[in-house]
């Protein structure tokens, strides 16, 4: 059974960093493409970022870019979101995802991920 587990969030102020890590058990972890997704109060879930199973390729939300870098490391199935210059509208609940699907690209669509996490809480204060 395929078990994502995120660790790391908590609270941070504005232009401070934070980096939060999801654990992947149980699947073919190497061969994944893994996602960051976050969900604000009131707001529907949206991507953050991606990253291909070999790690060349990655992929972020413009609202992020330059500011978050996503990073796997394939020897310990652990997926890192490091996120830096945070700003209070990064206050979310992020979730870690995988798509088991052998694609030549990281995307960016909910629907592509299988598997889902239980997310972990950001809080930016201003």
């Known amino acids: 059974q395929v078990q994502l587990v995120e660790s790391g969030g908590g609270l941070v102020q504005a232009g401070g960093s934070l980096s939060v890590s999801c654990a992947a058990s149980g699947g073919t972890f190497s061969r994944w493409i893994l996602g960051w997704f976050r969900q604000a109060p009131g707001k529907d879930r949206e991507f953050v970022a991606a990253i291909s199973w070999t790690g060349v390729s990655t992929v972020y939300a413009e609202s992020v870019k330059g500011r978050f870098t996503i990073s796997r490391d394939n020897a310990k199935n652990t997926v890192n979101l490091q996120m830096n210059s945070l700003k209070p509208e990064d206050t979310a609940v992020y979730y870690c995802?995988?798509?088991?699907?052998?694609?030549?690209?990281?995307?960016?669509?909910?629907?592509?991920?299988?598997?889902w996490g239980q997310g972990t809480q950001v809080t930016v204060s201003s």
């Open positions: 995802a995988a798509d088991r699907d052998l694609r030549s690209s990281p995307g960016t669509i909910e629907s592509l991920y299988d598997y």
